[in-house]
């Protein structure tokens, strides 16, 4: 696999280090505090996540469509959902539910030992793992599949970070969290209707927090082909 040029990398004009580092103090501004995500999505490069037509737009605080109906989410939220997943500590490994581009398992590969991502949508599977392998992001495991059955085989998990709504909290990222272990994940029926809810793990006790109102795609049932 060709790797990706230290200069595409780096990026230059709309995907350059200035423009990023404008990014990065848009998001201390609107209240993320944890200087390490910061940092890790200072040099993130979001740009190589997005169809080359709109990487010009990488950098702008918000979320953009990557095919298939679904999109990447907003910076803002990336950081947001990071800060509160690593609340309780660093976590040794995270699943996420929703790969999408593979930007947001990108971030957290610097954060944690082993990330874990499941995505309903092959091709998307199939291009982020081109994507990592480019890249040369070695500890992210991807599988397709419908995220709502969670990812038995490494369960359990002392983080979970769903980024796709559904209606409900399904049963089984519960069962698979760890004793002590926090769920970050967008609930709600509809996209004008949802809050980001946190869960603490707490023997069998789960301690629901709610946060802000956001707008995430659906999460669908089943795996498409
Ligand atoms: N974390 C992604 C966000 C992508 S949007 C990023 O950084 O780009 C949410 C993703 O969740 C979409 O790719 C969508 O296909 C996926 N999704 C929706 N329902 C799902 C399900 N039941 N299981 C797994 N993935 C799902």
Same mark, same amino acid.
């Given at each position: 696999?060709?790797?990706?040029?230290? &200069? &595409?990398?780096?990026?230059?004009?709309?995907?350059?280090?200035? @423009?990023?580092?404008?990014?990065?103090?848009? /998001?201390?501004?609107?209240?993320?505090?944890?200087? @390490?995500?910061?940092?890790?999505?200072?040099?993130?490069?979001?740009?190589?996540?997005?169809?080359?037509?709109?990487?010009?737009?990488?950098?702008?605080?918000?979320?953009?469509?990557?095919?298939?109906?679904?999109?990447?989410?907003?910076?803002?939220?990336? $950081?947001?959902?990071?800060?509160? /997943?690593?609340?309780?500590?660093?976590?040794?490994?995270? /699943?996420?539910?929703?790969?999408?581009?593979?930007? *947001?398992?990108?971030?957290?590969?610097?954060?944690?030992?082993?990330?874990?991502?499941?995505?309903?949508?092959?091709?998307? @599977?199939?291009?982020?793992?081109?994507?990592?392998?480019?890249?040369?992001?070695?500890?992210?495991?991807?599988?397709?599949?419908?995220?709502?059955?969670?990812?038995?085989?490494? $369960?359990?998990?002392? &983080?979970?970070?769903? @980024?796709?709504?559904?209606?409900?909290?399904?049963? $089984?990222?519960?069962? *698979?969290? $760890?004793?002590?272990?926090?769920?970050?994940?967008?609930?709600?029926? *509809?996209?004008?209707?949802?809050?980001?809810?946190?869960?603490?793990?707490?023997?069998?006790?789960?301690?629901?927090?709610?946060?802000?109102?956001?707008?995430?795609?659906?999460?669908?049932?089943?795996?498409?082909?």
């Amino acid at each position: 696999m060709l790797k990706t040029s230290k &200069a &595409a990398v780096e990026g230059i004009g709309m995907t350059s280090q200035r @423009t990023r580092n404008r990014l990065i103090e848009r /998001l201390k501004e609107k209240g993320i505090s944890n200087e @390490t995500v910061l940092e890790v999505m200072r040099t993130t490069p979001r740009h190589l996540f997005l169809d080359e037509a709109l990487s010009h737009r990488a950098y702008e605080d918000s979320s953009l469509p990557i095919g298939h109906g679904v999109t990447i989410s907003q910076p803002y939220i990336v $950081a947001r959902m990071t800060e509160l /997943l690593l609340s309780a500590g660093i976590p040794d490994k995270v /699943l996420e539910v929703g790969t999408g581009s593979g930007y *947001q398992a990108a971030v957290l590969s610097h954060l944690v030992k082993q990330v874990y991502s499941v995505e309903r949508v092959a091709a998307l @599977t199939d291009q982020a793992r081109v994507r990592f392998s480019q890249l040369d992001y070695n500890n992210i495991s991807l599988k397709h599949t419908d995220g709502s059955w969670g990812w038995e085989e490494y $369960a359990q998990y002392p &983080a979970i970070i769903v @980024t796709a709504a559904p209606a409900e909290v399904p049963a $089984a990222l519960l069962a *698979q969290l $760890a004793d002590g272990g926090v769920l970050v994940i967008p609930v709600g029926s *509809q996209e004008s209707n949802q809050s980001l809810l946190i869960i603490k793990r707490q023997g069998d006790e789960f301690i629901r927090n709610k946060h802000e109102d956001v707008f995430f795609v659906p999460m669908l049932d089943g795996a498409k082909r």
